[in-house]
């Protein structure tokens, strides 16, 4: 069955509207049009295509290499394969930080070539003229709060943000301006869950956690993580729902030892030629 057969696509008043009755967001991260295509037919939410493309995919140490051409790539991919959720690209470093026209250019080529409904950017006070360009251009954004793991040269490493008074109070300031700014939904990662269920009851709009316990609107997770296909690290806020590395493993060695052994390709996976017409006989 396809839950999301028949269903309306996936807006950000849909967004508002779950939040209004209390129904939790569910989202995921997608790379891939094989991806989209499961997590729609799952009936997801929303599809993040995150920078983390960059470790899980492209193989960097970090997402700070990730560029805009690889993000619109998987972006487009992505787009392709959802039909009802929403697509939301996670605009790379470097696409919005230096200048509010380099901003809304990038979110605006998101839109028009990659096919997404909204953006996502990392920040604060600091970007919150750029979030407000963004919106008056007619594009939704999600600010990421909390833990922005592009930002992870000036923190020092990944680190759970709010645990004393001062953060605490400076992430309630952030989640204002996002707010003021114009932004649809809060990313909150990596914050205490005391401090995440206080977010979600002073802002208007849907917060999505990640390590950020129970109290937010929505969840998001990493699709490599959550499948078990991301063995480097696992942070504690990560549930594995599957274990996909071992069993491709598994898989992938079978193959290698059927084509050493000639196994494989067997009869039943081979071409064979028609049988030649009956000749005909004598009596003909
Ligand atoms: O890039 C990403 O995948 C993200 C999620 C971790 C929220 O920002």
């Not at 939790?24 to 009936?43: K, N, P, S």
């Not at 549930?239 to 050493?260: C, M, N, P, Q, T």
Request: with cysteine; hydrophobic share 45%; net charge negative.
């Amino acid at each position: 069955m396809n839950p999301s057969k028949g269903t309306k696509p996936v807006t950000v008043s849909t967004f508002r509207q779950k939040k209004r009755r209390g129904e939790r967001i569910c989202m995921l991260t997608g790379y891939d049009h094989f991806a989209a295509q499961v997590l729609d037919e799952c009936g997801i939410d929303a599809i993040l295509v995150g920078d983390t493309l960059g470790m899980t995919v492209l193989g960097y140490e970090t997402t700070l290499p990730v560029t805009m051409e690889e993000m619109l790539l998987h972006t487009k991919a992505v787009a392709r394969g959802a039909k009802n959720a929403l697509v939301v690209a996670d605009m790379p470093l470097g696409s919005y930080q230096v200048t509010v026209e380099d901003g809304v250019r990038n979110a605006l080529r998101f839109v028009k070539e990659g096919g997404a409904g909204a953006i996502k950017l990392e920040g604060g006070l600091e970007v919150a003229e750029t979030v407000r360009a963004i919106v008056r251009a007619g594009i939704p954004v999600m600010a990421h709060i909390g833990f922005r793991p592009q930002e992870i040269l000036a923190q020092g490493g990944f680190r759970v943000i709010g645990k004393n008074e001062p953060a605490a109070q400076q992430l309630l300031v952030e989640a204002d301006a996002m707010v003021e700014a114009g932004a649809f939904a809060l990313v909150l990662e990596c914050i205490p869950s005391d401090l995440a269920k206080a977010v979600t009851a002073r802002v208007s709009v849907p917060t999505i956690g990640i390590g950020a316990g129970i109290d937010c609107d929505g969840q998001v997770l990493v699709w490599h993580d959550m499948l078990g296909m991301f063995p480097r690290f696992k942070p504690t806020f990560v549930k594995r729902y599957a274990e996909l590395h071992g069993l491709i493993r598994e898989a992938v060695s079978r193959y290698i030892d059927e084509v050493r052994s000639g196994q494989f390709p067997d009869e039943a996976h081979s071409y064979h030629r028609a049988p030649a017409d009956p000749k005909p006989s004598v009596e003909d």
